[in-house]
């Protein structure tokens, strides 16, 4: 993800954030069936759930995201100290799945680079 997308992320996510804390990755990624896309637009924004999930210098966060704007955090779902759980990385055209802590999340291929970094900064 480019600079000035991280600077929007961590200036909007801030509010969300304990005293000191830094965002250092994050990635935009969508909870729900993998099929729900391929109705659309409209399938996307009915069947899935948008989710930011952000990698500080303490822990993992799972944020809800706007589902128009996913740069925009609305509140945290699940917390976890970094190392306390497994995320993993899975390539395929034309979605990445990132697995934290158990929840598998899909990823744009746009954005496999920044889902590798979220996968081995976590740990």
Known sequence: MN???LQQINSRASI???AGETVHHSVPATEGPRIA???GLLG???FTKPL???VTDERI???RAGRLTYR???GIEESHDLGSVDVTCKHSFPFTRLTVAGRTLWVSWIFRKDADEVA???S
């Open 3 to 5: 600079e000035k997308m």
């Open 16 to 18: 969300f954030l304990r």
């Open 37 to 39: 896309v391929f109705f």
């Open 44 to 46: 996307a924004l009915m």
């Open 52 to 54: 930011l999930v952000v």
């Open 61 to 63: 966060l799972l944020m």
């Open 72 to 74: 925009t955090p609305k």
């Open 120 to 122: 081995g900064n976590s």
